[in-house]
């Protein structure tokens, strides 16, 4: 498929898409189904050692962007733009670090507190009383979807994680990051990979910098 083509594909679903995430919802209406399907996620999520592919981000304006992907399971991640777009996301491992290549300006981050919690974390947990709960499970041919919020602030925004479901495996394509503001950001993954060896020289941060800031609590 054509980098156009998966552009177009993307901002398409991302308005459909976004649109249609539930509104606040209570994890005790999940049923039997809907925590099996959360089960298997938790299983997929936790046996990724590695993940590598390319990803389309679409956002709420609906610009789009391009870039690569690397994450090492617990904590490391590489999401790198492509150019025009100068801004690098790096995880040696205990942070997460935002880089603007124009500016040469960087911002510490806790990746907890950010939508890429559920790739970096040492062991994901979706059960009743971890640190984020499911909200919402959507099951159908070929696709699982798991909507999940912050359990201590809720209001603070959402983020929709997308499964090919295939022939009873599951595959990460994507999720759907929508802020306090009800503004959505989608990311498309292709030309995924797993559990394939990276060097960690991927994460470093050795890029050159004039202003190095810790983010607000």
């Known amino acids: 498929m054509s980098i156009d083509r998966l552009l177009r594909n993307a901002a398409a679903a991302l308005l459909s898409f976004a649109f249609a995430l539930p509104a606040w919802a209570d994890s005790a209406a999940l049923d039997d189904g809907d925590r099996a399907a959360i089960a298997r996620v938790e299983a997929y999520l936790n046996g990724l050692t590695t993940l590598e592919a390319r990803f389309v981000q679409i956002d709420s304006s609906g610009e789009a962007a391009t870039g690569t992907l690397k994450v090492k399971r617990p904590g490391r991640m590489r999401f790198e733009y492509d150019p025009p777009t100068p801004i690098l996301l790096v995880s040696p491992g205990s942070e997460l670090i935002y880089y603007d290549r124009d500016l040469q300006t960087a911002t510490r981050l806790d990746w907890e507190d950010t939508p890429a919690w559920f790739l970096l974390a040492n062991r994901?947990?979706?059960?009743?009383?971890?640190?984020?709960?499911?909200?919402?499970?959507?099951?159908?041919?070929?696709?699982?979807?798991?909507?999940a919020v912050d359990a201590d602030a809720p209001e603070d925004g959402r983020i929709a994680v997308i499964f090919a479901d295939r022939l009873g495996?599951?595959?990460?394509?994507?999720?759907?990051?929508?802020d306090a503001l009800g503004q959505p950001t989608r990311v498309t993954l292709f030309d995924v990979?797993?559990?394939?060896?990276?060097?960690?020289?991927?994460?470093?941060?050795?890029?050159?910098?004039?202003?190095?800031?810790?983010?607000?609590p």
């Open 169 to 178: 495996a599951l595959k990460l394509t994507g999720w759907v990051a929508v």
């Open 124 to 147: 994901v947990s979706l059960a009743p009383g971890s640190p984020y709960r499911v909200v919402d499970v959507q099951r159908s041919p070929g696709l699982l979807v798991f909507t």
């Open 193 to 216: 990979s797993t559990n394939r060896p990276i060097d960690n020289k991927a994460f470093v941060f050795d890029e050159p910098i004039s202003a190095f800031e810790k983010q607000d």
